[in-house]
Structures are given as structure tokens and as C-alpha cells.
């Protein structure tokens, strides 16, 4: 699979989360198998300011294809910011036209973009004429049940130069609640001549597969399915190219593969943001264990990694 000129050894991607796809997570993401990975949202107004957090969100590392994603609502920023992204050295720059936080969407940012197709057009007509790497867009399959618009908004990106479109299967008004509608990425796939990257509700090789097989997308986008799972990109590689089911993770595997991914936030970011970081990640590391919720609550008190250590010894003794 191609986007513009860049090529994908895998078609499982890992989605842009805002506060978890950091480098630290999609950098292990990639190793496990993931084909291609974008960075957090950045504030396109935010980069064109100096901002120092925008910047740093951009550092996208080593591990290609990598992408980052812009929001905003205003053409001329967009177009500044996709000149400033550059010096990150991307191959492709995304426009984040499906967040559905409040704080993005409710101040024009995001899926609010659903609601106004022509300003959306003009943004990424802006874009791609500014910039010589490829232009993706991510939407949603609307705004609400009584405005989906998915299709119109994939042809006016398609028309105004996108390479490429990720599709999420709801609307902005379901956030992530119900059942994700395979038809609409169906029907988006079925009216432009761009690649299809299907998004919603893919957290094993199984779902995966009935993604591919209802939409015929070209590529899946795995969010949610990744966290303290970043295995999910191998299984379904296998499962889709050899037909091979791998064997479950062990829990030692686990709790080693979460000590070398908050030992990377800590490099990045040091240890008092990545500790707090890595409460949220350890509750989904240890997602099932007997006495869950007890653990959680341990790591929550966390304020070292010498202590996240000493539990993923004690947990890995236990259990193995």
C-alpha cells in the first residue's frame, strides 16, 4: 500500500491518541509491528506561536513511516504550521478533522470541521498547495445522526488534493459509544480513488479482518485496541498475511515490555511527568490480572520507577 510516494511494509496503523501516542508509545508500537504511526494532534495555531509543547510533540523519532497531525479551523495557520512541520522531517502531514473533545470540537477545531464541508476543502486545498509531502485527512462519519457526511467530505478532501482518508465509524455526537457502522466506511471507500484507512472498534486479529472484509478499506487504524497491547500489530500481521494465530502474551512479557516502555517516557520526558504518565498505561498492562484494581490503585501512589519495578517483579513471581 502507497500514500503518495510513501510505502507501508504493514496496514495496521497505530491512531494519533492525543495524551497516549507519544513517542515512547508509538516508537514500541512500531517495533511490535505497527506500519505507520502519527504523532498526538498539535495546535496549529499553537507550532505557528513558538509554543514549546507543540514542538515537542512533533519529535517524531526514528521509527518510519511516521506522520503528524495538525488541528485548527483557519486556512493561512494551517498552511504555516504544515511549513513549520516540516522541519520535523515527516512523511506525511495529517488534519485531525474527527477529535471529538469538547475543547478541540467546541471551538472549531476537530469534528466540528464535519459541519462546515467548504471550510474543511479549503483548508487542505491550502495545504497540499503549500507543502510537497503527501496530505491526509482524518474525519468521522459525521456530526450526528442527522448530518452524516462522511462520503461529501471524503471527495471534497480527495478533490482538494488529500492522498489519503481515515474514516472513524461514528458520529462526533456518539464519541466512542456504539457500534462502529462498517457501511459508511464501505460507502466512503466506494466513492473516491484515494486509500481508505478504516478506524473504530479493532482490538484483535478477528475484528481486524471483518474491518477489511465489511469496508474494504485499504489499510486499519488501531487506537484504543493498542493500549498496554502494542502486541495487537504482530497478532494481526500474522493473522492477515500468513493466516497464523499467535500464542497469548505472557504476563512476564508484559510487565517487561511496560518497564522498557515508561524507561523510554522517562528518557523523554523525565521522571516526574512519566510516572504520572504511567499510571494510566500500567492499568491497562495489567487488565485482567487477579486483584486489578488493587494494583491500579498501588500505581497510582507511584512516584518512581524503582517502585514500578519492585511491583512487575512481585507480579511476575506471582503469576509465573
Known amino acids: 500500500m502507497k500514500i503518495g510516494n510513501v510505502e507501508f511494509e504493514h496496514i495496521t496503523f497505530l ?82 478533522m474527527g477529535c471529538p473533545a469538547p475543547k478541540i470540537a467546541m471551538n472549531g477545531g476537530g469534528a466540528s470541521l464535519m459541519k462546515k464541508p467548504q471550510l474543511a476543502y479549503e483548508i487542505v486545498k491550502a495545504v497540499v498547495g503549500a507543502v510537497d509531502i503527501p496530505i491526509t485527512v482524518k474525519i468521522r462519519k459525521g456530526w450526528d445522526d442527522d448530518s452524516i457526511n462522511a462520503v461529501e467530505m471524503a471527495c471534497l478532501a480527495e478533490k482538494a488534493g488529500a492522498s489519503a482518508v481515515a474514516v472513524h465509524g461514528r458520529t462526533r455526537q456518539q464519541m466512542y459509544a456504539g457500534k462502529v457502522d462498517y457501511d459508511i466506511i464501505a460507502q466512503v471507500k466506494k466513492s473516491v480513488g484515494i486509500p481508505v484507512i478504516a478506524n473504530g472498534d479493532i482490538v484483535d486479529e478477528q475484528s481486524a479482518a471483518i474491518m477489511l472484509e465489511k469496508t474494504g478499506a485499504d489499510a486499519i487504524m488501531i487506537g484504543r485496541g493498542a493500549l498496554g497491547n502494542p502486541w495487537i500489530f504482530s497478532n494481526i500481521n500474522a493473522y492477515l498475511e500468513e493466516c497464523k494465530v499467535m500464542p497469548e502474551v505472557s504476563i512476564t512479557q508484559k510487565m517487561y ?24 498505561h500500567a492499568a491497562y498492562y495489567t487488565k485482567g490480572m487477579k486483584g486489578g484494581a488493587r494494583l491500579r490503585a498501588e500505581i497510582g501512589k507511584y512516584e518512581r520507577f524503582e517502585q514500578l519495578q519492585e511491583l512487575s517483579y512481585r507480579i511476575i513471581k506471582e503469576y509465573e
Do not use: W
Open 15 to 96: 491512531a494519533p491518541m492525543a495524551g497516549i501516542a507519544d513517542r515512547a508509545f508509538r516508537e514500541l508500537c512500531a517495533r511490535h509491528g505497527a506500519g505507520y504511526t502519527v504523532s498526538e494532534m498539535v495546535s496549529s495555531k499553537g507550532l505557528t506561536m513558538g509554543d514549546r509543547k507543540s514542538a515537542q510533540l512533533l519529535e517524531l523519532g526514528e521509527n518510519r513511516p511516521s506522520g503528524a497531525q495538525l488541528f485548527g479551523d483557519n486556512p493561512e495557520i494551517m498552511t504555516a504550521a504544515a511549513i513549520k512541520c516540516l522541519d520535523f522531517k515527516p512523511d506525511i502531514i495529517d488534519i485531525n
Open 257 to 280: 515490555t511496560m518497564l522498557k516502555h515508561i524507561q523510554k517516557t522517562i528518557e523523554y520526558k523525565g521522571e516526574y511527568t512519566a510516572m504520572r504518565e504511567a499510571r494510566h
